[in-house]
């Protein structure tokens, strides 16, 4: 597909006007408030066709205790082996670091942003992936 692909790595602000085909953001959202967010999804939306797709993933925090869900990720990814003390310091921390949403609050910036036909396509744990399509 290289042939066919043009990869651009960096922030949204530097990227080209497009329109572009589609789009990914991968990892990064989940360390972004709300406002930050919406306006990268915006910038995002912005630069597609219409009708191009978007791919997100990131944590989210799909329960009332973001602690809890970020400690079994934790434990979930780790290779190493199940040490639950590790997982409960670490998710403690990414808990309180990440200005976490919740599945639902993603879906809404998300449309608040322009797109549609919002759907999830991964979950596991705190991790989740959803495609949409920016609406125009």
């Not at 990064?28 to 797709?53: C, F, S, V, W, Y």
């Not at 290779?79 to 409960?88: E, I, P, V």
Request: a neutral charge; glycine letters at 8%; charged letters at 25%.
């Amino acid at each position: 597909m290289a042939d066919r692909v043009e990869f651009i790595e960096g922030k949204v602000d530097h990227a080209p006007a497009g329109p572009y085909d589609g789009a990914t953001c991968i990892l990064t959202l989940h360390h972004l408030d709300r406002n930050e967010r919406l306006r990268i999804l915006k910038q995002i939306h912005r630069r597609l066709k219409p009708g191009a797709r978007l791919v997100v993933a990131g944590h989210s925090a799909p329960g009332p205790d973001p602690e809890q869900w970020m400690t079994r990720s934790v434990a979930f990814g780790d290779r190493s082996g199940l040490d639950w003390d590790k997982a409960a310091i670490t998710g403690r921390m990414m808990a309180q670091r990440l200005p976490l949403l919740t599945p639902a609050e993603e879906e809404d910036a998300l449309c608040e942003a322009g797109f549609m036909d919002i759907a999830l396509f991964y979950a596991a744990f705190s991790f989740r992936g959803w495609v949409a399509i920016a609406n125009r």
